[in-house]
């Protein structure tokens, strides 16, 4: 039997701005709040333990230092890619500069705490 992932932690300076910005992003919504200000989202049918990993936003008033160690990559499920990076772009991501050539068939982007993650070309199918 292997392990499986339940849920990733970010720590945030502004743990509401970044967890409104990643439920937009992946149609989660918000499932708890703890005590120290974490919030924890997830999909608004199955929650924590469920198919798909949970997000914890937790507070951190430390600056990040160095560089970006994990990133997230997503695909659409119903648009194609530019009509996602639309979507993206508005909902507050910015792109980002890691050192790619300009020939992938991805986007890099930093959310609005500057967490890189990067659009995908290929769709994917919903989840049931």
Do not use: K
Request: aromatic share 6%.
């Amino acid at each position: 039997m292997a392990c499986r992932i339940s849920e990733l932690v970010l720590e945030a300076a502004d743990p509401e701005r970044l967890a409104a910005f990643w439920s937009e992003v992946l149609g989660y919504t918000e499932l708890g709040r703890e005590a120290d200000g974490s919030i924890e989202i997830g999909p608004p049918d199955a929650g924590f333990g469920g198919p798909q990993a949970t997000l914890v936003i937790s507070p951190s008033s430390e600056p990040r230092t160095g560089g970006h160690r994990l990133h997230f990559d997503v695909n659409a499920t119903d648009r194609d890619q530019a009509a996602e990076l639309e979507r993206l772009l508005a909902l507050g991501a910015t792109p980002a500069d890691v050192g790619q050539t300009g020939t992938e068939d991805w986007h890099v982007l930093a959310d609005p705490e500057g967490n890189v993650f990067c659009l995908l070309r290929r769709r994917l199918q919903p989840l049931p």
